[in-house]
């Protein structure tokens, strides 16, 4: 097997966990301070003389390349030339952008080294870590508790892990519930959503808009909200959809990709939504996103005239 890698995708935090790794696997914290050369992708020379240089007092040397989508044609032939006959006392790392997928060397490349994976995790694996997380540390941690925690830092993993530091240390033992999360990391946005639309369905035009101010406090932008609509409208959509044929609420949790408690709430909700209603408040928030983008209207003054116009719709 290869001692050689490539760590290719776009999650900082998962590329870095991954390079520390493959370093404290060949040298330990001694070894690294005299064997351990980080490189940017026009530093050629020095890649080169890092790989061919011995290593002192230590098996391997360990020579990282970061940046690696940005290693010019002629530097990348280099490098793929010296990974023909690699030496067998240096380890080289190659760490990079998911761009370096388009590069016409990457197919040779990935044929010589260990390709590293470190793409943004979906939500079902963030899910996975983080009850993984919590079971080394002995504490019981809820369903919705975990759905939250994915749902407010699951574009930052590296966050996300500071999050279940402070959780751990605030739980004491006991088991996490959604008003640990709530109260240390934040509120959920798609339950303001739910929270929006109740208002709207009930003709509550002063809950909706206090629904709104909350949002506003917490800094969520107005194309956040306009999104998480969108989100909601289009699994109503499916729910509909699986409603038609027969789906019954576990197979209907299954095919959304949701827990069933928050399956629950969609299904309950969607007694209220014949198709000609989703497709209006589609059409709605297309117009509104629109406005935005293209600077119509203020994206705040966008949102309000937004949730005014479901109240008609």
Do not use: C
Request: charge should be neutral; charged fraction near 30%.
């Amino acid at each position: 097997m290869s001692e050689n890698f490539l760590i290719i995708g776009e999650d900082e935090y998962i590329k870095e966990t991954e390079i520390s790794r493959i370093r404290d696997k060949f040298l330990s914290s001694g070894e690294a301070d005299l064997n351990y050369s980080v490189h940017l992708p026009d530093d050629i020379n020095g890649i080169m003389d890092s790989l061919g240089t011995v290593p002192f007092l230590a098996d391997k040397r360990v020579v990282l390349v970061k940046e690696a989508q940005k290693l010019p044609d002629e530097f990348a032939a280099t490098i793929l030339s010296y990974l023909e006959k690699p030496s067998e006392n240096s380890v080289l790392v190659l760490s990079s952008s998911g761009s370096l997928r388009k590069a016409g060397y990457y197919s040779k490349l990935s044929r010589v080294v260990k390709v590293v994976k470190a793409d943004k995790p979906k939500p079902v694996m963030l899910g996975k870590w983080i009850r993984i997380f919590f079971t080394k540390e002995n504490i019981a941690i809820s369903n919705q508790a975990v759905e939250l925690i994915v749902e407010l830092k699951g574009e930052d993993t590296a966050g996300m892990r500071t999050e279940l530091e402070k959780l751990v240390s605030f739980s004491g033992g006991e088991k996490i519930e959604v008003e640990h999360v709530e109260k240390l990391v934040g509120r959920s946005v798609k339950e303001a959503v739910f929270k929006l639309v109740d208002a709207v369905n009930t003709r509550d035009a002063k809950w909706a808009f206090r629904v709104l101010n909350d949002l506003y406090a917490r800094k969520k932008r107005p194309e956040e909200t306009v999104g998480y609509l969108a989100w909601y409208l289009r699994m109503m959509q499916k729910v509909v959809l699986l409603s038609k044929r027969g789906a019954d609420p576990e197979g209907m949790a299954a095919e959304l990709g949701l827990q069933p408690w928050r399956a629950g709430k969609f299904i309950q909700q969607a007694k209220k939504y014949p198709v000609d209603r989703i497709e209006r408040w589609l059409e709605l928030l297309l117009e509104t996103d629109r406005d935005i983008k293209t600077g119509r209207r203020k994206p705040t003054l966008a949102l309000e005239m937004l949730v005014v116009q479901l109240f008609d719709g």
